[in-house]
């Protein structure tokens, strides 16, 4: 059984940091892309930064120069430095990865970490 589970989230002010991380446990073969997801209240879901298998990244224009994503494959983890946060960037933040696994291939979904920044 695959799973992710994120940590990291918490109450920031303005201007500060955070780090979020999620790590994929399970019977795991591999995994292509890893990316992070947010929803705030009322809103939709929207991606905020993914990074494929290969490598690449791509970023929310809203978050791009603020956040960073990265991973470290030995460890199934990925990885989100935002700084600079703002109070739109409060949201449930949720992990999201592509894995092949010993019986398919699917989207897994962490169970979201709050980031609540404040003014």
């Known amino acids: 059984q695959v799973q992710l589970v994120e940590s990291g989230g918490g109450l920031v002010q303005a201007g500060g940091s955070l780090r979020l991380s999620c790590a994929a446990s399970g019977r795991i073969f591999s995994i292509n892309t890893m990316g992070w997801y947010r929803q705030a209240p009322g809103k939709q879901r929207e991606l905020v930064a993914a990074?494929?298998?290969?490598?690449?990244?791509n970023y929310a224009d809203s978050v791009k120069g603020r956040f960073t994503i990265s991973r470290d494959n030995a460890k199934n983890t990925v990885y989100l430095q935002m700084n600079s946060l703002i109070p739109e960037d409060t949201a449930v933040y949720y992990c999201?990865?592509?894995?092949?696994?010993?019986?398919?291939?699917?989207?897994?979904w962490g169970q979201g970490t709050q980031v609540t920044v404040s003014s």
């Open positions: 990074s494929t298998g290969g490598g690449s990244t």
């Open positions: 999201n990865a592509d894995i092949v696994s010993s019986l398919y291939r699917r989207d897994y």
